[in-house]
């Protein structure tokens, strides 16, 4: 299985690809992709949809995993992040993708192991779990790996 993992966003990106070798998750590749905050919303969702499209034509992944959307206190960036997650999605079924989904508490316990751990702890759990992790990424990228991670954990081994 080579999951394209995503933290979505449409001023950044979280977005790895990983797949299990020998048992244990490998990075192929990681970044978090940053929008210019003076384009439009539409002119964002089409760099961020380029930028995947580009990835997921290059690296061939058989799987997307996102993380679900939740609402915050501000339902303009939930908007947002709504329309960055459906052109995503969309991307990834064109190229046959299964798409699966996980929430951040899910995401912290297959990662962590305790589903109200901060951002600091599943950091370093991903940099332990992951060899290959980059030393310094931005938290969107770190949150892609963990919810590849837990898509790996979830549904790789049966592959």
Not at 96 to 110: L, S
Request: aromatic share 6%.
């Amino acid at each position: 299985m080579r999951v394209i993992a995503v933290d979505p966003g449409y001023d950044r990106l979280g977005i790895a690809v990983l797949e299990l070798v020998e048992g244990t998750e490998h990075l192929i590749y990681s970044d978090c992709v940053l929008t210019d905050k003076k384009l439009s919303l539409h002119q964002r969702l089409a760099t961020i949809g380029d930028h995947f499209k580009k990835l997921v034509e290059t690296y061939t992944p058989n799987t997307l995993a996102i993380e679900t959307l939740f609402f915050n206190q501000n339902q303009k960036t939930a908007m947002g992040v709504a329309q960055a997650r459906g052109i995503l999605i969309y991307l990834a079924q064109k190229q046959h993708c299964q798409v699966y989904e996980f929430g951040p508490q899910e995401i912290k316990v297959a990662v962590t192991g305790y589903g109200k751990s901060d951002k600091t702890a599943v950091i370093d759990m991903v940099k332990r779990l992951v060899p290959n992790t980059p030393q310094n990424a931005l938290d969107d990228e770190y949150d892609a790996i963990a919810i590849g991670i837990t898509c790996l954990a979830h549904h790789g081994r049966n592959q």
